[in-house]
């Protein structure tokens, strides 16, 4: 079956130090990667789509990394903000045969990022 | 823009009751989405609407149905509630299918 791993679950750091973020996929034939940024109480919010010919990614201080090779993605946060808290979900589109123009999107459970001053 | 706005925020039904969770997108998008997103669990499709008159199970379909009404609105029903259900759901739109999604506020409901 198709997965998305992230990891670590959870993860709290100083306010101003960086971090990174992994996800881990199987899903194979895809089209882009993402990330998005889910604060407490609200819907996910996009930050990065990367194709699967793309190797990175910014969006300000949020940066994406893909490697198709080895199926992994990585998003790193720069200079971290209290406003970072928040759980931050990998999601692969697989691409569906036989039509389909829904492309299927397969999320992660998402690591909840803690950032404390 | 108001983008996607989703009614109610939050719900509380007994087991057996029904209700239609109502979404709205005002950026002219094409297609549509319901999920559901449970503790410990990446988010999982329910149905979804291509185009404006057509409409397709996820992932998790049982329990659910949707309504199309028309290009900005697309509802989710639960005829019969079952504790189950208790999620929070999510609406979503995008231009087409596999572009960029858009996501609503969410509605929280609990199944008693």
């Known amino acids: 079956k198709n997965q998305v791993e992230q990891s670590p679950q959870s993860l709290i750091i100083l306010e101003g130090k960086n971090c990174t973020l992994q996800?881990?996929?199987?899903?194979?034939?895809?089209?882009?990667l993402r990330w998005y940024k889910q604060d407490t109480g609200r819907g996910p919010v996009s930050l990065t789509i990367m194709t699967f010919s793309e190797n990175t990614k910014s969006n300000g201080r949020y940066t994406a990394t893909l490697d198709a090779d080895t199926k992994q993605s990585s998003l790193h946060i720069t200079a971290s903000q209290l406003s970072d808290s928040a759980s931050y979900i990998c999601?692969?589109?697989?691409?569906?045969?036989?039509?389909?123009?829904?492309?299927?999107?397969?999320f992660g459970k998402g690591t909840k990022l803690s950032v404390k001053p | 823009n108001a983008g996607v706005t989703q009614t109610p925020k939050f719900q509380v039904l007994k087991t057996g009751q029904s209700m239609t969770l109502q979404c709205a997108q005002d950026m002219n998008h094409n297609s549509m989405y319901w999920y559901r997103q449970d503790p410990g669990m990446g988010l999982r499709l329910i149905y979804y609407s291509a185009s404006e008159g057509t409409t397709d199970k996820g992932e998790v379909p049982n329990g659910y149905n949707v309504s199309r009404l028309n290009k900005r609105e697309f509802s989710l029903r639960l005829e019969s509630a079952a504790p189950s259900q208790t999620s929070v759901y999510f609406c979503?739109?995008?231009?087409?299918?596999?572009?960029?999604?858009?996501f609503g506020p969410g509605t929280r409901l609990t199944v008693t």
């Open positions: 996800c881990n996929y199987t899903v194979s034939p895809f089209s882009n």
């Open positions: 979503a739109s995008s231009s087409i299918g596999g572009s960029e999604q858009y």
């Open positions: 999601v692969v589109s697989e691409i569906v045969k036989n039509g389909g123009s829904q492309g299927n999107l397969i």
